[in-house]
């Protein structure tokens, strides 16, 4: 009898181990999955808070832009630096009116963006007016350090061609 109350007791504890791991198993997969989205999920858009219907007098035109980065995991991220890339030529108007050389690129940065926040910028800049048609294939580059010092760099919109990237 002693024989079999071990043996019916020896089997209880091994099932309650097995869960206890699966347990564990999905728990570790839920952190990485988690971890790799506050990651991957580093985000920055942009909407045309003001866009022209029409150019001025000597082609070009001025869009007003809000830019956002949002960091939707829990730790904060640092050296953030967004590289906006524009398909052709624009020029930023600073607040005075005065007209920046024109680029292709604009960067923005903050030192620190913590988790669970956003930040954002808004920028004015004059695009030839023609070339308004190119303005869906603008995307950005976010590059930052997580709280372990490792650096990430997000592409917005992703690209959806695999074979591309």
Same mark, same amino acid.
């Given at each position: 009898?002693?024989?079999l109350v071990a043996i019916a007791s020896a089997s209880i504890a %091994?099932?309650?181990? +097995? +869960?206890?791991?699966?347990?564990?198993?999905?728990? #570790?997969? #839920?952190?990485?999955?988690?971890?790799? @989205?506050?990651?991957?999920?580093?985000?920055?858009?942009?909407?045309?808070?003001?866009?022209?219907?029409?150019?001025?007098?000597?082609?070009?035109?001025?869009?007003?832009?809000?830019?956002?980065? #949002?960091?939707?995991?829990?730790?904060?991220?640092?050296?953030?630096?967004?590289?906006?890339? +524009?398909? =052709?030529?624009?020029?930023?108007?600073?607040?005075?009116?005065?007209?920046?050389?024109p680029v292709a690129e604009l960067t923005l940065g903050t030192p620190?963006? %913590?988790?669970?926040?956003?930040?954002?910028?808004?920028?004015? @800049?004059?695009?030839?007016?023609?070339?308004?048609?190119?303005?869906?294939?603008? +995307?950005?580059?976010?590059?930052?350090?997580?709280?372990?010092?490792?650096?990430? =760099? #997000?592409?917005?919109?992703?690209?959806?061609?695999?074979?591309?990237?």
């Open positions: 009898m002693n024989d %091994a099932v309650g181990l +097995f +869960f206890a791991g699966w347990q564990l198993l999905l728990l #570790n997969r #839920n952190a990485t999955y988690e971890r790799r @989205v506050a990651y991957d999920g580093v985000v920055v858009s942009w909407r045309p808070v003001e866009a022209p219907d029409h150019p001025n007098h000597d082609g070009a035109a001025e869009w007003l832009y809000e830019l956002t980065v #949002n960091n939707p995991g829990r730790l904060p991220i640092d050296h953030v630096v967004v590289r906006w890339v +524009f398909p =052709c030529l624009v020029q930023r108007v600073r607040g005075s009116g005065v007209l920046d050389a620190v963006l %913590a988790g669970g926040n956003s930040r954002k910028w808004r920028r004015r @800049v004059r695009i030839d007016f023609g070339q308004r048609g190119t303005l869906p294939d603008t +995307f950005a580059k976010i590059r930052y350090m997580d709280i372990d010092g490792n650096e990430h =760099c #997000n592409r917005w919109p992703r690209r959806t061609d695999r074979a591309r990237q």
